[in-house]
């Protein structure tokens, strides 16, 4: 327990800038207009990208037996593409629908 406490002591400040990025982003995403919400999402999904290579990063700094860290790597990897795809899928479904009909 006095690790933990101690571990809580040492990152106050970044504790801090987190829940106060929770809430703004709360506030900022609560402020979106519905017609908005589903292109703004689709291309915020598609930046993933960037998560998956910095879990490759990881992966590929990680030690031959640190297994957490290639199991959080290789599972931001999977979530990350399957983020990307499904922010493609979904720009894609929208554009479809501006398509002139035959």
């Known amino acids: 327990m006095e690790a933990i406490l101690e571990w809580i002591s040492e990152n106050q400040q970044m504790i801090y800038i987190?829940?106060?990025m929770i809430f703004l982003g709360i506030e900022v995403i609560g402020h979106v207009p519905s017609v908005l919400h589903t292109p703004l999402m689709s291309g915020a999904n598609a930046?993933?990208?960037?998560?998956?290579?910095?879990?490759?990063?990881?992966?590929?700094?990680a030690g031959e037996?640190?297994?957490?860290?290639?199991?959080?790597?290789?599972?931001?990897?999977?979530?990350?593409?399957?983020?990307?795809?499904?922010?493609?899928?979904?720009?894609?479904?929208?554009?479809?629908?501006?398509?002139?009909?035959?």
Do not use: P, S, W
Not at 47 to 61: D, P
Not at 85 to 99: A, I, N, P, S, W
């Open 18 to 20: 987190v829940i106060l």
């Open 47 to 61: 930046i993933h990208g960037v998560v998956i290579i910095g879990a490759i990063i990881v992966m590929g700094k």
């Open 65 to 102: 037996h640190d297994y957490l860290e290639l199991i959080l790597g290789f599972l931001a990897v999977v979530l990350g593409t399957l983020n990307v795809v499904g922010g493609f899928v979904v720009t894609d479904r929208m554009l479809e629908m501006f398509k002139k009909k035959k």
